[in-house]
């Protein structure tokens, strides 16, 4: 069985061409096809919540425009849904990995919009409002036992905010591979640094090479590091189809990552592991690559 936490209502966040509501349809409509994946109702997070990972000022300014359109960065922008879809987008994340460690179910997938990775402390960025990843890790260590949190983000865009925000924290590990160099976006991830292992793959690079850097990079560090829960980024903007990377990535290649992280989860974090959707532009490969996680993950 595998919970996923989504609601079409996220598809009240329209800003425009490239963030176009029908991604998150072409998740859920895939998912939901499944046998074993149980469609749940997402609760938005609390200022509260976002509180505890962003700058109170800049969570204030954002919730502040619920209702309207404004621009926030060069390429973030809002419709009058945006910051409700944005609150139930970081909700959706917490409540997916409250899921797993309340031993409702070993993993779970939380099928939002807008996504978060480039999100930072005090600023939106790369169609990312609250880092909702890390909004859902913070909720996890304030009302669970859980301190140890691994980050894998398999976007094909460097995480970026998320790697600042948990920067230097002895209790978080951020991995993340993607395609870097050349001035891709956001031109970050180029090397390694601290608990932040970044592993930037040139364009035309694919499956074996992402593998190989979960194999090669994360597997040793997350050995040391023990995670008591695996949240990962979960873009799926690295397939060969998708319309802004240049890697190669197939739907068998992403259900062979999933594969190795689950390991890690089952080793480590008695297979707590939580899949958050980010980005993914081409609607065909997001199902495709989709339904390929879940089923690993017994959706
Ligand atoms: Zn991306």
């Given at each position: 069985m595998l919970p996923v936490f989504g609601d079409?209502?996220?598809?009240?966040?329209?800003?425009g061409e490239i963030e176009d509501p029908s991604r998150l349809a072409a998740v859920l409509d895939a998912l939901r096809k499944r046998p074993g994946v149980q469609l749940r109702t997402p609760t938005q997070a609390t200022r509260g919540d976002l509180c505890r990972v962003h700058d109170e000022a800049y969570v204030d300014r954002l919730l502040a425009t619920a209702g309207t359109s404004v621009v926030l960065d060069a390429d973030t922008r809002t419709s009058p849904g945006s910051i409700d879809a944005a609150r139930l987008a970081a909700g959706a994340a917490r409540d997916a990995v409250f899921c797993v460690l309340e031993g409702e179910a070993r993993a779970a997938f939380a099928a939002v919009r807008?996504?978060?990775?480039?999100?930072c402390f005090d600023r939106a960025m790369g169609f990312c409002l609250f880092n909702n990843v890390v909004v859902a890790a913070e909720a996890a260590r304030m009302d669970h036992d859980v301190e140890r949190v691994l980050f894998v983000d398999w976007d094909v865009h460097h995480g970026n905010g998320t790697q600042d925000l948990v920067a230097?924290?002895?209790d978080s590990l951020f991995f993340s591979v993607h395609q870097g160099g050349g001035?891709?976006?956001?031109?970050?991830?180029l090397t390694s640094e601290g608990n932040a292992l970044n592993v930037p793959l040139q364009p035309g690079a694919g499956d074996a090479e992402m593998l190989a850097a979960v194999r090669e990079v994360l597997r040793p560090a997350a050995d040391d590091f023990a995670p008591e829960l695996v949240i990962v980024s979960a873009?799926?903007?690295?397939?060969?189809?998708?319309?802004?990377?240049s890697l190669c990535a197939t739907p068998q290649g992403y259900a062979a990552l999933c594969r190795e992280v689950a390991a890690i989860a089952r080793d480590h974090?008695?297979?707590?592991m939580v899949l958050v959707l980010e980005g993914g532009y081409d609607l065909a490969a997001l199902g495709a690559s989709s339904v390929a996680c879940a089923e690993v993950l017994g959706g």
């Amino acid at each position: 069985m595998l919970p996923v936490f989504g609601d079409r209502s996220m598809m009240e966040h329209e800003p425009g061409e490239i963030e176009d509501p029908s991604r998150l349809a072409a998740v859920l409509d895939a998912l939901r096809k499944r046998p074993g994946v149980q469609l749940r109702t997402p609760t938005q997070a609390t200022r509260g919540d976002l509180c505890r990972v962003h700058d109170e000022a800049y969570v204030d300014r954002l919730l502040a425009t619920a209702g309207t359109s404004v621009v926030l960065d060069a390429d973030t922008r809002t419709s009058p849904g945006s910051i409700d879809a944005a609150r139930l987008a970081a909700g959706a994340a917490r409540d997916a990995v409250f899921c797993v460690l309340e031993g409702e179910a070993r993993a779970a997938f939380a099928a939002v919009r807008p996504p978060g990775h480039h999100a930072c402390f005090d600023r939106a960025m790369g169609f990312c409002l609250f880092n909702n990843v890390v909004v859902a890790a913070e909720a996890a260590r304030m009302d669970h036992d859980v301190e140890r949190v691994l980050f894998v983000d398999w976007d094909v865009h460097h995480g970026n905010g998320t790697q600042d925000l948990v920067a230097g924290r002895g209790d978080s590990l951020f991995f993340s591979v993607h395609q870097g160099g050349g001035g891709f976006y956001p031109g970050t991830g180029l090397t390694s640094e601290g608990n932040a292992l970044n592993v930037p793959l040139q364009p035309g690079a694919g499956d074996a090479e992402m593998l190989a850097a979960v194999r090669e990079v994360l597997r040793p560090a997350a050995d040391d590091f023990a995670p008591e829960l695996v949240i990962v980024s979960a873009g799926f903007d690295a397939h060969v189809d998708d319309p802004l990377g240049s890697l190669c990535a197939t739907p068998q290649g992403y259900a062979a990552l999933c594969r190795e992280v689950a390991a890690i989860a089952r080793d480590h974090a008695r297979s707590r592991m939580v899949l958050v959707l980010e980005g993914g532009y081409d609607l065909a490969a997001l199902g495709a690559s989709s339904v390929a996680c879940a089923e690993v993950l017994g959706g």
